[in-house]
């Protein structure tokens, strides 16, 4: 079955960096796009950047110009780079992957957690 292992979440100071990881084991059939989300405490989940299977990304304007989403060649890895974190960026990270049709697989997320 397919598994979606989320990691490198953790504590950082603004202005840090940090470089989020989801492993993908199993097969998925029409996978339309991978990306990440995130949900802040009180708030619902949001997009952070997406990523097709062309190769096309997509950002959510918050994070534009700071945060990197990319994938190994055998797109089994996804990765989030995150750079001049802010403390609005503290929220569990999940990793996601979307089917044609309409199928969404989720990581167990990931804790950012950037102190002012």
């Known amino acids: 079955q397919v598994q979606l292992v989320d990691s490198g979440g953790g504590l950082v100071q603004a202005g840090g960096s940090l470089r989020l990881s989801c492993a993908r084991s199993?097969?998925?059939?029409?996978?339309?796009?991978m990306g990440w989300y995130r949900q802040a405490p009180g708030k619902q989940r949001e997009l952070v950047a997406t990523?097709?299977?062309?190769?096309?990304?997509n950002y959510a304007d918050s994070v534009k110009g700071r945060f990197t989403i990319s994938r190994d060649n055998a797109k089994t890895t996804l990765y989030l780079q995150m750079n001049s974190l802010k403390p609005g960026d503290t929220a569990v990270y999940y990793c996601?992957?979307?089917?044609?049709?309409?199928?969404?697989?989720w990581g167990q997320g990931t804790q950012v957690t950037v102190s002012s």
């Open positions: 199993g097969s998925i059939f029409g996978e339309r796009a």
């Open positions: 990523i097709t299977s062309a190769g096309s990304t």
């Open positions: 996601n992957v979307h089917t044609w049709g309409d199928t969404n697989y």
